[in-house]
């Protein structure tokens, strides 16, 4: 998509914006909020305060854990990033209608890390989770493992695995890809070295939409002499692309709103790039496009 400026060429990034599990969320929220006025989200639906703050001017409520208690009989939105077992158990027991959103990916590496679970419990072994501790599906996917998961947040955490035993190994769908490589090639390759008949099996867990984007991205990023990157702050998948134009192009800048835009960041420029993450809206993309035209 292009805006023609009397001076510039803007081009927003076809292919950013919403991923097919937040995408279906957001539509699971709208369609129920065209049933009623209330209707509940466990927790932010995306890491995106300006799509949030559209659903919740038409209605939708962001509960805690501490809300669930009030919430018997109402229905709650379980998000893309998936819930343990033990969050279902208690929504049923205490009488909420749940709506379930959580993404297909997400979903089959739940059901996988159950069935690893119940494996490697048989043989001493290890269940390995590459993710961010705190991160909501790596919680969701722990939950799954009964008991058993061990979180791994970078390479520099490698020595907490016992090599002797059988492993199977997971990550969070939206960490980087090449990280999880090494830490795949480096357990393999310890493994060989201390078991006889080495047991070790890593899980294909990296969301394709995640890694299939950086390409095109990458190609992005160097058509254009500036890329503004608009994501969420606390978005990892955000955070990974937007380190991605800006290892292809240095002029790469990472903005919520429109109105953090700079006005030096355009002096002499005259093509400038939008790009997004897994949690931009193409809305907000486009209002970037118009601030950059009133601005420049």
């Given at each position: 998509?292009?805006y023609?400026?009397?001076?510039?060429?803007?081009?927003i990034?076809t292919?950013?914006?919403?991923?097919?599990?937040?995408?279906?969320?957001?539509?699971?929220?709208?369609?129920?909020?065209?049933?009623?006025?209330?209707?509940?989200?466990?927790?932010?639906?995306?890491?995106?305060?300006?799509?949030?703050?559209?659903?919740?001017?038409?209605?939708?409520?962001?509960?805690?854990?501490?809300?669930?208690?009030?919430?018997?009989?109402k229905?709650?939105?379980?998000?893309?990033?998936?819930e343990?077992?033990?969050?279902?158990?208690?929504?049923?027991?205490?009488?909420v209608?749940?709506?379930?959103?959580?993404?297909?990916?997400?979903?089959?590496?739940?059901?996988?890390?159950?069935?690893?679970?119940?494996?490697m419990?048989?043989?001493?072994?290890?269940?390995?989770?590459?993710?961010?501790?705190?991160?909501?599906?790596?919680?969701?996917?722990?939950?799954?493992?009964?008991?058993?998961?061990?979180?791994?947040?970078?390479?520099?955490?490698?020595?907490?695995?016992?090599?002797?035993?059988?492993?199977?190994?997971?990550?969070?769908?939206?960490?980087?890809?090449?990280?999880?490589?090494?830490?795949?090639?480096?357990?393999q390759?310890?493994v060989?070295?201390?078991q006889?008949?080495p047991?070790?099996?890593?899980?294909?867990?990296?969301?394709?939409h995640?890694?299939?984007?950086?390409?095109?991205?990458?190609?992005?990023?160097?058509?254009?002499?500036?890329?503004i990157?608009v994501?969420?702050?606390?978005?990892?998948?955000?955070?990974?692309?937007?380190?991605?134009?800006?290892?292809?192009?240095?002029?790469?800048?990472?903005?919520?709103?429109?109105?953090?835009?700079?006005?030096?960041?355009?002096?002499?420029?005259?093509?400038?790039?939008?790009?997004?993450?897994?949690?931009?809206?193409?809305?907000?993309?486009e209002?970037?496009?118009?601030?950059?035209?009133?601005?420049i």
């Open positions: 998509m292009y023609l400026c009397i001076s510039m060429i803007i081009t990034d292919v950013a914006g919403f991923c097919p599990g937040v995408r279906r969320a957001i539509k699971k929220a709208e369609d129920e909020l065209g049933k009623s006025d209330e209707f509940f989200s466990y927790g932010s639906i995306l890491h995106n305060d300006s799509e949030m703050h559209r659903l919740e001017d038409k209605g939708l409520s962001i509960a805690s854990k501490d809300d669930l208690e009030k919430l018997g009989g229905k709650l939105l379980i998000r893309a990033h998936g343990p077992p033990e969050t279902y158990k208690h929504l049923e027991k205490i009488g209608e749940v709506v379930d959103a959580t993404c297909a990916v997400v979903r089959r590496i739940q059901q996988q890390v159950s069935r690893a679970a119940d494996d419990n048989k043989v001493n072994g290890q269940l390995l989770i590459f993710g961010r501790k705190e991160h909501p599906e790596v919680i969701g996917l722990a939950g799954n493992a009964k008991g058993m998961a061990l979180i791994l947040e970078s390479k520099d955490e490698l020595d907490i695995v016992d090599l002797s035993r059988p492993i199977r190994l997971f990550s969070q769908t939206t960490m980087d890809a090449d990280q999880y490589l090494f830490i795949s090639d480096t357990i390759k310890g060989r070295e201390q006889e008949e047991d070790f099996i890593r899980y294909d867990s990296i969301c394709r995640v890694t299939d984007r950086i390409p095109s991205l990458e190609e992005f990023a160097e058509r254009s002499e500036v890329i990157f994501s969420g702050k606390e978005s990892s998948n955000g955070k990974k692309l937007f380190n991605v134009c800006k290892d292809k192009n240095p002029k790469t800048f990472f903005i919520s709103e429109p109105d953090e835009l700079k006005r030096e960041w355009f002096d002499g420029v005259g093509t400038v790039g939008i790009s997004g993450a897994a949690s931009t809206p193409q809305w907000l993309m209002n970037v496009a118009r601030k950059i035209e009133e601005i």
